[in-house]
């Protein structure tokens, strides 16, 4: 691929918007390849060859003699000026990308024009990494070779020197990665699409259609799996489409069957003339969300002639990633889950459905406006003994309920802190022995830490420090 983006590259005059880690990858994948007339990096904080970046191990080896830079309040004022200017995903432009005169490009716009035929990319609201890295998984165990990049904190163009003949990509990709794309995976998977980052979009409908680059441009014989409710029609969608849902749930291709005795151990997958159980206990994956997310991966598997065995194989030595609906453990008889993940209502609503003992809840974090109706009326109906609310959205869904729910049950249990640490240390005052309590935010880190990462990290951090 190097030869490619030296031809894609060649004689341009090029600016690389924002210097994190994408951007970093993007210069040293440039300067590898070379051809440029000139590299600018174009970032909001100040830059030189002076600053510590350029010190550190991963620029030893390359030559930045003639690399510029555009940085501070206008870093985007002057995208104009170059040829080519290569955008990092969390950067919002200041105009509409059809007002500039330059080319305006992105690291997984290129990856895909030269590997599309290759792409498993995965999308949705939630369940994106929890997808992603378990079909990486498994395709792995079973004997494949496959490497997991993308929003998933993978930039594609750190892979590069991994890549075989036979490599296949399993790609996470956000709404931002999305949002310019012009080309589409071989392999599309939609989860869900639930209200998220308008404080980007500024509408629904703008985020909605981000996400559903991930199909647009796909071509007949193309697979797209996505959710019966989000399901494209045939004009906009050329590929083959597969749906997936509970059963009872329309008329699914991928069928994930519960089952009817809440004590039942066990649920069942079926696609085609494929059918396989999954026994609860041996897999590290709770709740119908979860099986839902291995729904999509076991039709994918399908498609790839993984059988049954291997698939769940792979299932049960899948390791599920951190901060979602973890268990952190057992404080004084009060067991402790980190579902730092969760930033919107849905997520929480489905953290308290899978913990059947959830005796105490602690949500509220950055208020980005979406709405909290969902998580509100759930509480009403909830036998949740404590709701504690922290943050801005914590206080702003206490006025609402008491507002527009003069009626809701035992009010006593909602209880108002400020942060984090005052959280915990009411929750294991007040939780009762035996019972659980979650951290399920069901909204944004950003402006109190500095992503969901780091606010899951605190909350296990102060139950340790309580304990002591």
Request: charged fraction near 25%; include cysteine; proline fraction near 3%.
């Amino acid at each position: 691929m190097l030869k490619y983006l030296q031809d894609r590259i060649k004689d341009k005059n090029i600016l690389i918007l924002g210097f994190g880690r994408e951007g970093r990858s993007t210069l040293k994948a440039f300067l590898e390849a070379g051809g440029a007339r000139k590299l600018t990096i174009a970032d909001q904080k100040e830059l030189s060859l002076t600053s510590e970046v350029f010190s550190q191990k991963e620029f030893a080896d390359y030559d930045l003699d003639g690399l510029g830079f555009c940085c501070g309040e206008d870093y985007q004022d002057h995208c104009d000026s170059y040829d080519l200017v290569m955008k990092s995903p969390g950067i919002v432009l200041k105009k509409e990308i059809g007002a500039y005169r330059c080319e305006i490009l992105s690291q997984m716009q290129l990856f895909f024009e030269f590997y599309r035929d290759r792409i498993i990319g995965i999308t949705g609201t939630k369940g994106k990494s929890t997808t992603t890295t378990l079909m990486h998984h498994i395709l792995k165990e079973s004997g494949l070779s496959a490497i997991l990049a993308g929003n998933i904190g993978i930039p594609v163009f750190d892979i590069l020197h991994e890549i075989t003949d036979e490599t296949l990509f399993v790609i996470e990709l956000s709404c931002h990665q999305l949002e310019y794309m012009t080309v589409s995976p071989k392999w599309a998977v939609l989860l869900n699409i639930y209200e998220e980052h308008l404080d980007h979009y500024g509408t629904m409908d703008k985020y909605i259609a981000a996400k559903e680059n991930v199909y647009r441009n796909q071509k007949p014989g193309d697979i797209l799996f996505v959710n019966p409710e989000i399901k494209p029609s045939a004009d906009v969608c050329r590929a083959s489409i597969k749906t997936v849902a509970v059963d009872g749930d329309g008329e699914p291709d991928v069928v994930l069957s519960l089952p009817e005795d809440k004590k039942d151990t066990e649920f069942r997958l079926s696609y085609k003339d494929r059918s396989c159980t999954v026994i609860e206990n041996r897999i590290s994956l709770l709740g119908e969300h979860n099986y839902l997310d291995i729904a999509y991966v076991y039709g994918m598997c399908c498609e790839f002639g993984i059988s049954d065995e291997d698939f769940l194989k792979g299932l049960q030595t899948y390791v599920p990633l951190p901060h979602r609906l973890q268990y952190v453990g057992c404080v004084d008889g009060i067991s402790y889950y980190d579902d730092s993940i969760s930033t919107i209502d849905e997520t929480t609503i489905q953290a308290l459905n899978t913990i059947k003992n959830a005796d105490t809840v602690l949500v509220g974090g950055m208020d980005r406006g979406i709405s909290y109706v969902n998580l509100e009326e759930y509480l009403n109906r909830s036998s949740v003994a404590h709701i504690i609310l922290m943050e801005a959205t914590g206080k702003r869904i206490y006025e609402e309920i008491m507002r527009d729910y003069p009626e809701f049950a035992h009010k006593e249990r909602l209880y108002v802190v400020e942060h984090m640490e005052d959280a915990v240390s009411l929750a294991k005052e007040i939780t009762k022995k035996g019972g659980s309590c979650i951290l399920s935010p069901a909204a944004a880190s950003y402006g109190i830490y500095k992503n969901f990462e780091e606010r899951g990290d605190a909350f296990v951090r102060l139950l340790r420090e309580e304990q002591k």
